[in-house]
Structures are given as C-alpha cells and as structure tokens.
C-alpha cells in the first residue's frame, strides 16, 4: 500500500479527532443547562440535530476527499486537475462547517428551541387549531426557569414575534387567542427564584403595549386579549415601580397613563412602599387624566384620584398633605355635580373593590 495512503489515513483520523473535539465542545452549552430546561429541549431538539446533520455531512465529504486528494492508488490514478478540484471541494467543506459550528455556538441551544417551539405554535394557528397550549407552556417554562440576562430576554422576544403573526390577520385572530400568552409574562418576570431584570420588563412592555394596540378593535369578536391585556399589565406596573429602575418605571407609567385603576394601584403601591417620589409621579399621571375632560364627573377616574389624594392627605408629612389640600382646595367647582358626591361616588367604588384602607382614608378628606 502507498505510502501517500498512510499520509492520508493518520490526516484523516487527525480530523476526525479535531472534528470530535469541536462538536464536543459545542454540546457545551446545552450541558451546563439546568436539568428541568434539558427536558424541555430534548423534546424540541429537531433544529440542532438538523444543524448538526449538516456539519456531520459536510465534514464527512472532506474526509473522503482528503484520503482521495493525497492517495495515489496504482488502480485508480488521479488527474492533476480532479486534484485541484478536490483541494478546493475540501477547503469549501471545511470552511462550511466551521460557519455552521460557529452558528451554533453564536446560537444557544434554548434559542434554537424557543424559535423552533414559536414556528410549530404559528403553524397549527394557521391551520386553523389555535395555539397549543402543551407547546405554549414548554416555552413559558423555558422562560420562568431562564437567567434574566439572556434567556428570559429570548423568550420575550420569541413570545413577542408570535403575537405580531398571530395578530397580522382577522380572521383568523379574533381577539381572544393571546390570553395565555399575556398571562405568562407575569409568570416568567415575577419568579422568586429567577426574576426578570430590566431588561426583560423594557422588553415585555413594548410586548404589551403592540398586543393593546392591535386588540383594542370594535371590530373583533371579544376584548379578551385587551382586558387580560390590561390585568397583565397592571401587575408588572406595580411589580416595576417597587423593584425596578426609575427607566422602567417610568416606561410602565407611561403605558398606563390612560388607565386610572392602573396609576392608583402604582401610586398606593408605592406609597405604601416608601416610594414618594414614584407616588407622586402616579399622581400626576391622574391629575392629567382629570385635566383632558371638561370636569371632574361622577366617574372611576375622579374616584382613583381622589383615592390617591386621600393617602397623601393622611400622610404625616405636612408637604404632602399639602399636595392634597392644595389640589382638592383648587378644583372643588370642577367637581360635578358637586365635590361631595363625587366623595361619595369614590368611597362606594372602592369600597366594591374592598379597598378598606382606601375607604377609610377617603373618609377623613373633608367633607365638603
């Protein structure tokens, strides 16, 4: 046997080795993830091992072409010209699979299986079945156990693209096949053990606001998605402005500026926290509220925000009690019909919400 043959094989193995080595390496990742998000992969795994078929054939045909390129078998003579053609086959398929290998590794596998989750989830949805909710819940589950540097951020944002396709059409979207999706964003933000940072609750407002945006129609079949929309978005608003950057907090506030129940809760919440700063802010917000209408009417707005002036009414701080004095002082004749049935009309609702301490506060603001 020639001693090019020889050459070739100890080549050969020496790739092969390095190959090994390589792909090893890339299991990495996948590895060091927790055991529970393990599962969850291995059942959506098609994508990686599509991508590691690939690399697998790809170096398979640089192995044959490198034992042909430096052989020289007596019975099967290589023109000098199929070995150049070989030599330029085998840099092709080596450089091919060390693009698709750094693919890869660029790409971690719960990336790879979230895109992959999102495009089944938006298959059956064209068809005409909805969204799954097995399939559904393994995403979310990625997201609630995930890091919040990345991993949560992925879900998000995989989470947020499906919502766009979702919506992009009526029919099939009705304004009811978000519900599940909006529900779990409490869920992967708000995990004790794994919270969600700032930058996953930037990314999940932005998430919000498009799907309130496209669902706030009169032309579609139920508001489900808006009003679970808006519970959602209650929720990471309060959770935001008591653990958040004032960044954030002020994005959640913003999103939240035409809904009065939303800016009371921020603002109690925050009181109640120690937060005046942030308090004062949700206060505002309703104040601006109130400003947009001719008066101040019988109405959830007007009851919101005389329920946030009456905490900073029973504040011990003489500055803040002023806020509320100043304000309820200023604008008793824009209340209509009067100053104190509009008191009355705020104890009552937030007495049906069981906001005791609420109505206990409302209750020692002046009488008239």
């Known amino acids: 046997m020639p001693q090019q043959f020889y050459e070739a094989t100890a080549g050969t193995f020496l790739l092969v080795v390095v190959t090994l080595f390589l792909l090893d390496f890339g299991v990495l990742p996948f590895t060091a993830t927790a055991e529970n998000l393990r599962i969850i992969i291995q059942k959506h795994r098609i994508r990686l091992l599509r991508l590691f078929g690939f690399i697998a054939f790809f170096l398979f045909l640089s192995c044959i072409w490198f034992i042909l390129y430096l052989s020289d078998f007596p019975y099967m003579p290589l023109p000098e010209r199929a070995r150049m053609l070989g030599g330029i086959i085998i840099i092709i398929d080596l450089l091919l699979s060390i693009i698709l290998w750094l693919i890869y590794m660029n790409k971690p596998p719960i990336r790879w299986v979230s895109t992959s989750i999102r495009k089944s989830l938006l298959s059956q949805f064209s068809r005409g079945k909805g969204l799954k909710s097995t399939l559904l819940k393994d995403l979310v589950y990625i997201g609630i156990c995930g890091d919040g540097d990345h991993e949560k951020h992925y879900i998000i ?71 679970t929309g808006l519970e959602t978005l209650r929720r990471l608003a309060v959770e935001a402005s008591l653990t958040m950057s004032s960044e954030t907090f002020n994005k959640y506030l913003e999103l939240a500026a035409s809904h009065s129940n939303i800016l009371f809760d921020i603002g109690a919440a925050t009181y109640a926290a120690g937060r005046f700063d942030r308090s004062r802010k949700a206060l505002s917000k309703l104040e601006a509220l109130a400003a947009r209408a001719p008066g101040l009417d019988l109405n959830e707005n007007t009851a919101n925000l005389l329920g946030l002036l009456a905490y900073f009414d029973a504040s011990p701080s003489q500055s803040m009690k002023e806020v509320a004095e100043s304000y309820i002082a200023s604008n008793k004749l824009n209340f209509r019909p009067s100053y104190k049935e509009c008191r009355q009309f705020a104890i009552d609702y937030h007495l049906d919400l069981l906001h005791y301490d609420t109505v206990d506060k409302i209750s020692a603001l002046p009488a008239s």
């Not at 919502?163 to 909006?182: C, F, I, M, R, T």
């Not at 932005?206 to 799907?211: D, H, K, S, T, Y």
């Not at 032309?219 to 009003?227: G, K, V």
């Open 157 to 227: 944002e995989q989470l947020g693209k499906l919502a766009e396709s979702v919506q992009k059409d009526k029919p099939p979207y009705k304004g009811d096949n978000l519900v599940l999706v909006l529900r779990s964003f409490d869920r992967i933000l708000t995990n004790p053990m794994k919270p969600g940072n700032d930058l996953n609750y930037s990314a999940a407002a932005g998430v919000i606001r498009n799907i309130l945006e496209k669902s706030n129609d009169s032309t579609l079949a139920t508001a489900a998605d808006y009003n």
